[in-house]
């Protein structure tokens, strides 16, 4: 008979963002005429979730929530980790089962709940902000920021199959960055992605198509083999 474990699932973050195998501080990154250089790169969610495939003590059937998912209430600010492959970002208690996605919802801080305040009093900056980033467009200094507000879903290819008797599993969540600033060929200047300026919608669908799943049992940032 096996080890009996609490299953347990650490979520960790990652950028996208390696070179030839050696991590760097920042993205870097030119189309062959324009440099973009990203410092910085945070989104705030209010939630994140682990959702169970389809089963019959689900709830979608009439079963408990905890039975169909693990999740944590936020608002949580991710920093995404431009200076190496991953971070952990928490732990969750996961029932077993098979796992195939990872829900969470982008979210601007307003002053529409307790939680909000909480969290604007840390991160003043944050106030109306779902996602900023920061760094120099052909050496000039940019904040680029946006308010997406919604639900983003992340599926796991393959399952994630959480057992009883096996130790810690390791879900990434990778937001790649390197993918925001980028019309086909032509790397944009991030302040055109502004609200009201001509590439906000480019560059929304970018953020938004730059977000996946999967299971990372080395950490290195990558789907396992």
Excluded at 16 to 37: H, K
Excluded at 69 to 78: E, H, I, T
Aim: charged fraction near 25%; include cysteine.
């Amino acid at each position: 008979m096996g080890v009996a474990y609490t299953p347990r699932v650490t979520v960790s973050l990652s950028s996208g963002w390696t070179q030839a195998g050696v991590a760097s501080a920042d993205i870097v990154q030119t189309d062959g005429v324009r440099t973009l250089r990203l410092t910085r790169v945070q989104l705030v969610v209010r939630s994140l979730e682990l959702k169970r495939r389809y089963q019959s003590g689900c709830a979608a059937s009439g079963g408990a929530p905890g039975a169909c998912r693990a999740y944590v209430v936020g608002p949580l600010l991710l920093d995404l980790p431009l200076d190496r492959e991953s971070s952990s970002l928490l732990a969750l208690d996961v029932p077993p089962g098979v796992y195939d996605e990872v829900d969470f919802d982008l979210h601007k801080p307003d002053d529409d709940s307790p939680q909000d305040i909480a969290f604007l009093a840390e991160h003043p900056a944050f106030r109306g902000v779902s996602v900023r980033a920061e760094g120099e467009f052909e050496g000039t200094w940019f904040v680029f920021v946006q308010d997406l507000n919604g639900r983003q879903e992340a599926d796991l290819v393959p399952p994630l199959q959480i057992q009883t008797d096996a130790p810690e599993t390791v879900v990434t969540l990778r937001v790649d960055a390197r993918r925001w600033f980028w019309d086909g060929p032509t790397l944009l200047d991030p302040r055109s992605g502004l609200k009201g300026h001509p590439n906000e919608r480019i560059i929304e669908d970018n953020i938004e198509a730059s977000i996946e799943a999967f299971e990372d049992r080395d950490r290195d940032g990558a789907p396992d083999a």
